[in-house]
């Protein structure tokens, strides 16, 4: 069975400060990873997904996520936050067959200004 | 995003109550979830339809119930709606030639007293 851990339900960063939001994950075989972000009264928007090749993969709005066999993770990060990168970040995970995604319960990211 | 709509967006009912909620999209996909989403629970997955003759239960199922009427509509029933059924409903899009990514409407918001 899949399964997706975001271990923090907070995060908390200085604007302008790196930002890291973490993820591990459980599957069978080889992953398709994806991050979705989630405004205030808003649907999930797609940020970013892995495939395959280069383990460092780059999204939408300056995020990237980094892709570790060995850890079995895929944490998101920013090299600066801003104020507005403050929302709701899930983590999601499926296999290489025809099986829907598996999301992780979401972590809260709040930048600080 | 425009591309998924569902109707209504918000909805106050009464325990007991048939209540559905409807998915449209515009993205031609072929695949269709439903999503439920609670605080700290994260995104837990409903049904979900991999084409007009596909039905599938996901991880919560009991109590609801679905139907694809085209492959651009998915709709989701309670059958006899109780309050721990209060919860953001979202439906969501995919497509297999993009590693299934999906994408999400902007979600329904169930009140059932």
């Known amino acids: 069975a899949q399964s997706v851990a975001q271990p923090e339900d907070q995060v908390n960063v200085a604007e302008g400060n790196p930002l890291t939001v973490k993820c591990t994950y459980s599957?069978?075989?080889?992953?398709?990873l994806f991050w979705y972000v989630q405004y205030p009264n808003r649907g999930l928007q797609f940020l970013l997904k892995y495939i395959t090749g280069d383990n460092l993969v780059k999204g939408s709005y300056g995020f990237e996520a980094e892709f570790n066999k060995s850890q079995t993770s895929f944490h998101l990060k920013k090299p600066s936050a801003l104020v507005s990168d403050s929302a709701l970040y899930f983590c999601?995970?499926?296999?290489?067959?025809?099986?829907?995604?598996?999301f992780g319960k979401g972590t809260r990211l709040s930048v600080i200004a | 995003d425009a591309d998924v709509t569902q109707t209504p967006r918000n909805r106050i009912t009464k325990t007991g109550k048939r209540i559905m909620l409807e998915c449209s999209q515009t993205k031609g996909h072929d695949r269709m979830y439903w999503y439920r989403q609670d605080p700290g629970l994260g995104l837990r997955l409903i049904y979900y339809s991999f084409d007009v003759k596909d039905i599938n239960k996901g991880e919560i199922s009991d109590g609801y119930s679905v139907s694809r009427q085209a492959q651009a509509k998915f709709s989701l029933s309670l059958e006899s709606a109780i309050p721990n059924q209060t919860a953001l409903y979202f439906c969501a899009t995919s497509d297999p030639g993009t590693s299934n990514t999906q994408y999400f409407g902007p979600g329904t918001r169930l009140t059932v007293l």
């Open positions: 999601a995970v499926r296999d290489r067959g025809n099986t829907p995604l598996v």
């Open positions: 599957v069978s075989g080889n992953p398709y």
